[in-house]
């Protein structure tokens, strides 16, 4: 059974940088789409970025086009989001999550399995 546990999450001040990491276990990655999404206080779970398991097509929402990179290591089994330019809005709790399918969707309901998230706090 695949599981996801997310790290790096922190306190950073407007304008600065973070990465977040997503490691697996009991399966390996190579073979999943994994996405990025994150949740507000008082707010849905939100779309973030999404890679196929090539890490040759990826998809960003647009609060964050620009600023947020996603990236995977295959061979680490491990995802990354390096957020950059960080805004007070981004904060949030930030989870992973896999699929099984190519596309990198940014729907919620094609994710199976997702980690505990790791909480962003951008103060202003």
């Known amino acids: 059974q695949l599981q996801l546990v997310e790290s790096g999450g922190g306190l950073v001040q407007a304008g600065g940088s973070l990465r977040v990491s997503c490691a697996a276990s009991?399966?390996?990655?190579?073979?999943?789409?994994m996405g990025w999404f994150r949740q507000a206080p008082g707010r849905e779970r939100a779309f973030v970025a999404a890679?196929?398991?090539?890490?040759?097509?990826?998809s960003y929402a647009d609060s964050v086009k620009g600023r947020f990179t996603i990236s995977r290591d295959n061979a680490g089994n491990t995802v990354y989001l390096q957020m950059d330019s960080l805004k007070p809005e981004d904060t949030a709790v930030y989870y992973c999550?896999?699929?099984?399918?190519?596309?990198?969707?940014?729907?919620?309901?094609?994710?199976?399995?997702w980690g505990q998230g790791t909480q962003v706090t951008v103060s202003s």
């Open positions: 999550a896999a699929r099984r399918g190519s596309v990198p969707t940014n729907s919620d309901r094609e994710y199976l399995s």
């Open positions: 009991g399966r390996t990655l190579s073979s999943y789409t």
């Open positions: 890679i196929r398991w090539s890490g040759t097509n990826t």
